[in-house]
């Protein structure tokens, strides 16, 4: 049963942009927080940025130290999706780009604490 599914990947030079969508099956707000993570070949899976969805969480929004500032996230209750608008974009920024969700609370960066994931799309930064 896919939860989750994942679009926006693309290739893109740096400096370029890009908006990654995460549209899940159920409404956000029946999840706790949705998050972004992403992987490159021969590396662990990262956090990226997050965002509490639960109904009556403020949507606070989290990130990687590294990823603030270039990165945002931010969710469309009408169209039930999470964005992750990347700009300013580095070729190590290429990787596999994937979106969890947790029922409930746990530590963000922490991969075990999700229990739905998506397929991934692919971000491909040229220099």
């Known amino acids: 049963q896919v939860q989750l599914v994942e679009s926006g990947g693309g290739s893109v030079q740096a400096g370029g942009s890009l908006r990654l969508s995460c549209a899940p099956s159920?409404?956000?707000?029946?999840?706790?927080?949705i998050t972004w993570f992403r992987q490159a070949p021969e590396k662990e899976r990262e956090g990226v940025a997050g965002?509490?969805?639960?109904?009556?969480?403020?949507?606070?929004?989290y990130y990687t130290d590294s990823m603030e500032g270039r990165f945002t996230i931010s969710q469309d209750n009408a169209k039930n999706t999470v964005y992750l608008q990347m700009d300013s974009l580095k070729p190590e920024d290429t990787a596999m780009y994937y979106c969890?969700?947790?029922?409930?609370?746990?530590?963000?960066?922490?991969?075990?604490?999700?229990?739905?994931w998506g397929q991934g799309t692919q971000v491909t930064v040229s220099s």
């Open positions: 969890a969700a947790a029922d409930s609370f746990g530590s963000v960066w922490f991969t075990r604490t999700y229990n739905y």
């Open positions: 159920r409404a956000t707000s029946t999840y706790n927080r």
């Open positions: 965002l509490y969805t639960g109904a009556g969480l403020t949507e606070l929004t």
